[in-house]
Structure formats: structure tokens, C-alpha cells
């Protein structure tokens, strides 16, 4: 299910005036930590414990007529020594979102509590803000995201992600490499873009016995603090409404050790 239509009458929608292709990438900070998994003590920043990861993230950029250009891909990298243990993991299908939404997923197959993210859409020839929400869900090796707005338009999408690197390289831990979809809110209107996004993923399951964690901490913390990394991949202007390979903002980040 992926669609954008208004909730208000509009007559007509203006052509969006662009200054031209961006000559820049939109600046990104990240913000990363280890947090509790409800309902299960002793998780959270602990070494070798299990643990969510709530993941903030923070676009500035002028380039899409005075806002960042579409959000089409986020790359994200957990430290090195993290772990992912997807099987045992109910899972839910992406056709399964996209024509039934997160109703039609199977209970315990929900990565993580409801994130936000605050984004802009077009009004008519006006572009105003819009907060959404964002359900994950398991799916395999790797997540999906249900995007969901009600005002002031109506926006569903689903974005697929996908887990490369389980056992790390390259400085860092496992990759999650998520596609995010190009939404329009009407025909010929410029594409949605987003200036913040809150999410956080992980769980537990009890089976025969034991408690298994999707993602558990490393079991040491460099000094100054575990590096994540996060690229946010931005729409090309000059190709829209085709979708092209575009501008990528890379954000780095040290989470905190475990306070001993």
C-alpha cells in the first residue's frame, strides 16, 4: 500500500519551482544509543546484553525549494562486535503491508514501539509539515517500515530493509540497507521530503527456556564509545520524478559505553 492523497479540496495543484539541481547533499547528525527491550530486565547499554536501538536522525537542507530533497535510502551501520538473531522471530511480508497495513501482520512480529518522523508535503502550491508515524516489522533478514500519515494529507508507504556484513568489516558491525519509496501527495506535486525521523528496533522472545535477543550489544566498548554510522541517500532533483541514484550525507556518531 503505497499512496498520498489530500484530505482537504484543493482545485488544482501549481508547478514547484526548483533553483536547480542541488549542488550538495542536506547536512545529517545522528543521534544512537542501547536502550531496554520492554518487558525484559537486564538489556539495554550492558555488554553482551540484549538491546533496542533507538536511532535520531536530523536533515537540514534547502536544496527541494527550500527543504532537503526526498529521502530514497538509508544505510545504517551498527558497531563492530553487535549481534543480529533474526530466526525465531515471527515475520510479516511487505505485500502484506502494503495491501493490509500493519493489521495483517502476525502478533509478535513487530520490531520495536511506534517511531515518528516530522516530514513536508504539498498543499495545493503550499508545502507544510506533517508528522507521521512509523511501525517496523520483521521480515527475514531484515525490516520493514510502515509510514503512516492522516493530516494534513493521508500518506501510507512501506520501506524494505535488508541486513548485509552480519559478522561486520570495515570499522564497523552488521548493515542495514533500507530503500525508502518516492511519495508524492498529488499527481505533479513535488515529492514528500523529511526533516526528522525517531526510531527504535529490537525485541526478545521466550522459547523453550531461554530468551533470545534480535540484536545484542558488543562485549566490549572502545574508549570514547561504540562508532555508528548512518548514510541518508537524497533523490537527484534534476532526475525527478525518476528515480536516480543521488546525493549521500554521511553521519557519524559514538555512542555511550555502559556506566560501570
Known amino acids: 500500500m503505497r499512496r498520498a492523497s489530500t484530505c482537504l479540496a484543493v482545485l488544482g495543484v501549481a508547478l514547484f519551482a526548483l533553483a536547480g539541481a542541488a549542488s550538495a547533499a542536506p547536512t545529517v547528525t545522528l543521534k544512537a544509543k542501547a ?7 537486564h538489556t539495554g547499554n550492558i555488554l553482551g546484553a540484549g538491546a533496542a536501538v533507538q ?3 536530523t536533515i537540514k537542507g534547502t536544496e527541494y525549494g527550500g527543504f532537503p530533497p526526498p529521502l530514497i535510502g538509508v544505510v545504517f551501520y551498527l558497531p563492530t562486535g553487535a549481534k543480529i538473531h533474526s530466526a525465531g522471530f515471527k515475520s510479516c511480508s511487505e505485500a502484506t503491508l502494503k495491501n493490509m497495513g500493519p493489521k495483517g501482520c502476525v502478533k509478535g512480529s513487530a520490531a520495536g514501539p511506534i517511531g515518528h518522523a516530522l516530514g513536508v508535503v504539498s498543499i495545493g502550491s503550499e508545502r507544510v509539515h506533517e508528522e507521521v508515524s512509523i511501525a517496523s516489522f520483521f521480515t527475514g533478514n531484515g525490516l520493514l517500515f510502515y509510514t503512516e500519515g492522516h493530516a494534513p494529507v493521508q500518506l501510507e508507504f512501506v520501506s524494505a530493509g535488508h541486513y548485509v556484513n552480519l559478522g561486520g568489516g570495515g570499522g564497523f558491525g552488521p548493515k542495514l540497507i ?9 499527481p505533479g506535486a513535488p515529492d514528500s521530503s523529511v526533516e526528522t525521523i525517531n526510531v527504535k ?6 522459547s523453550h527456556g531461554k530468551t533470545i535477543y534480535y540484536g545484542t550489544m558488543p562485549k566490549k566498548c572502545p574508549k570514547g564509545g561504540f562508532p555508528v554510522k ?3 541517500i537524497f ?5 525527478l520524478p525518476a528515480r536516480a541514484t543521488g546525493e549521500t550525507s554521511t553521519a557519524l556518531y559514538k555512542a555511550p559505553c555502559p556506566k560501570h
Open 201 to 206: 528496533v529490537g525485541a526478545a522472545i521466550k
Open 235 to 239: 533523490a537527484n532533483i534534476a532526475a
Open 230 to 232: 548512518a548514510e541518508l
Open 178 to 186: 533500507t530503500e525508502v519509496p518516492l511519495v508524492e501527495t498529488l
Open 55 to 57: 536511532a535520531e536522525f
Open 35 to 41: 536502550v531496554p527491550i520492554t518487558g525484559f530486565p
